[in-house]
């Protein structure tokens, strides 16, 4: 099993023989991290996965003045700030939620807690697909009506209600 942080729960690795291996996650286990802490100033905590096997492995290191060794050069400008970082997430797509639901409640509950939890990666943020994607089953939209600017024709459709809403 990889190293872990006391508390946390360490990945059960799973190779499906497709060069990589992802992490156990079902009914009665999943992996879990501690909770996201900021670093002292003048440090970094990173967390890193591969293909071989890391798994959100958390390391921490402190920031240099100039570089000593050689390698990779990662240059910080703290004094100019571009953008403003709201949060972290992903979607729910048509796909994701038939997949989801097709999982039994104490599976789904662990698999969400692994996204939006403080033992998980503390996702908060999540972006809906309105209508169809190119992830749903079926093409649909909510209005096929031309020329209906009022909406009166707007409808949810049963993929709406039971899987996003």
């Known amino acids: 099993t990889l190293p872990c942080l006391p508390g946390a729960r360490p990945c059960i690795p799973k190779d499906f023989g497709h060069g990589s291996v992802v992490c156990v996650c079902n009914a009665t286990y999943c992996d879990t991290l501690d909770p ?3 670093p002292v100033v003048g440090s970094y ?5 591969s293909k071989a096997g890391k798994r959100l492995e958390r390391s921490e290191g402190r920031f240099q003045s100039s570089l000593r060794t050689p390698g990779l050069l990662l240059t910080l400008n703290i004094s100019t700030l571009y953008q403003k970082v709201k949060g972290f997430g992903g979607s729910l797509s048509d796909a994701a939620a038939m ?4 999982l ?3 599976a789904q509950d662990n698999l969400l807690r692994s996204y939006f939890s403080e ?20 093409p649909y939209s909510y209005d096929d009506v031309p020329d209906d600017y009022e909406l009166k ?3 949810l459709v049963d993929e709406d209600v039971k899987m996003k809403v």
């Not at 905590?45 to 996965?49: G, L, M, P, W």
């Not at 997949?99 to 097709?102: F, M, P, V």
């Not at 033992?119 to 079926?138: H, K, Q, T, W």
């Open 36 to 38: 996201l802490v900021l």
């Open 45 to 49: 905590v990173k967390y890193e996965s």
């Open 99 to 102: 997949n989801i639901l097709k």
């Open 104 to 106: 039994s409640q104490p």
């Open 119 to 138: 033992s998980g990666i503390e996702y908060n943020l999540i972006r809906v697909p309105m209508a169809c994607s190119d992830f749903s089953v079926r």
């Open 153 to 155: 024709h707007f409808r």
